[in-house]
């Protein structure tokens, strides 16, 4: 099963928004075929394993890092493979969340194929932590990515940022964006930096949606994030036609979403939207304002924090604009996941607690 969550991460920055999948096929403690899951409407993990295979398939052991799909989709369901094929036993990792594709493993059983659950469940679904959130919760998993000084400041108080952190970091940020479904930053960020927020590793064969949160519709359409190859997108509260048909004929798209009660788009109606867009992972890159929104509205499942060796002083700009405190208790509080050097920068995750994950 491990060898078969390895070969799922080869499908790490291709499935979406299908999940990350690998399958091993054994016989007589030998293994006889394998597959992972590349693409979206590409063969399925346990398809490429039974076609390595071969006749080798009948009598053989499947082991699968997500319970197989029981449905037609773009593809035939794998249940079927697997019973045509004659294997004897399917051993899976985590239960799809899918309620599409649910029943694989009764689908299964009542064929008479032998077939256990559960095995390196954890993994599977950190491997899938999107996928299972957006079935589960109905909005995708959001990290919000935040390059600091070491005393926590993110800019100059004029607003320059280019570069706290070293060249490493942002190379490290690239396979996130690589992974990720959607990369969101806000309308302050592109009108004050201009910035691309594509993928820029070699051989990337997708672009995630870029997507602006741009309320009042103040980002024009020749934003440089709006030019580049890959689907653009604004999230806005904003009823301006003449605004809204400029982007459009720019090649953007345009949607419309409820208000926020203060100001702004309504954060958790993104979010909502947003699973509806079949995204898994969402990457932000923001600026302090919306960092401390998302972080507020209990909307960060993750933060990812480039700490670089400096100092910037007290009069820059912060991590994230959250609201005064009036007592100690009332402090949003994380547990750290990881501390790695990246470069010459420390690299931190973690996570809020006391949040539903």
Known sequence: MRHALGLAALGLHTTDPNPRVGSVLVRDGHVVGEGWHERAGGPHAEARALQSAGEAARGATAYVSLEPCAAQGRTPPCTAALIAAGVRRVVYAADDPNPKMRSGAAQLRAAGVDVAGGLLSAEARAMNVGFFSRHERGRPWLRLKLGASLDGRTALAGGASRWITGEAARADAQLYRARSSVILTGSGTVLADDPSLNVRLEGASRQPLR?????RLRVPPSARIYGLAGQSMVFTSSADVTLGAALREAGVSVER?????GAGVDLAALC???????????????????AGALLEARLVDELVIYMAPCLLGPDAQPLAELPPLRQLSARLQLSYQSAQFIGPDLRIIARPLDQDH
């Open 257 to 261: 979403l409820p208000a926020a009660s």
């Open 272 to 290: 909502a939207r947003l699973a509806a867009l079949e995204a898994n992972e969402v990457w932000v890159e923001s600026g302090p304002r919306l």
């Open 211 to 215: 997507a602006v949160l741009d309320s």
